[in-house]
Nanobody
Framework: VQLQASGGGLVQAGGSLRLSCTAS????????LGWFRQAPGKEREFVAS????????RYTASVKGRFTISRDNTKNTMYLQMNSLKPEDTAVYYC????????????????WGQGTQVTVSS
């Protein structure tokens, strides 16, 4: 499966952005999906993940209550709605896919999108 992330940009603190991740190739609904982010000089970290059907999600503690992950299998697209953005959310955001894993370890994901930059100004 090929993944394409989009929707990043520059926003002021407290603002919102919605990221999208569009897939092509194998059947989208067969994959569990995740969002990760990587700030300069830091390791890639887990943000959120979602199961095949979209009825189970998980989030890292720092984004709970602010970010919402969702998917539309009819459109082969996953979303990350980001509200109440903070400067510490600044990073390149990546989407990832894996058939049988939706945890927090990026090494367990086989497929990655190219990343989209999110910059939050204070």
């Amino acid at each position: 499966v090929q993944l394409q992330a989009s929707g990043g940009g520059l926003v002021q603190a407290g603002g919102s952005l919605r990221l999208s991740c569009t897939a092509s190739g194998r059947t989208f609904s067969e994959y569990r999906l995740g969002w990760f982010r990587q700030a300069p000089g830091k390791e890639r970290e887990f943000v959120a993940s979602i199961n095949w059907s979209g009825d189970f999600t998980r989030y890292t503690a720092s984004v709970k209550g602010r970010f919402t992950i969702s998917r539309d299998n009819t459109k082969n697209t996953m979303y990350l709605q980001m509200n109440s953005l903070k400067p510490e959310d600044t990073a390149v955001y990546y989407c990832a896919a894996e058939e049988f894993y939706s945890g927090e370890n990026p090494a367990m994901y086989s497929y990655w999108g190219q990343g989209t930059q999110v910059t939050v100004s204070s």
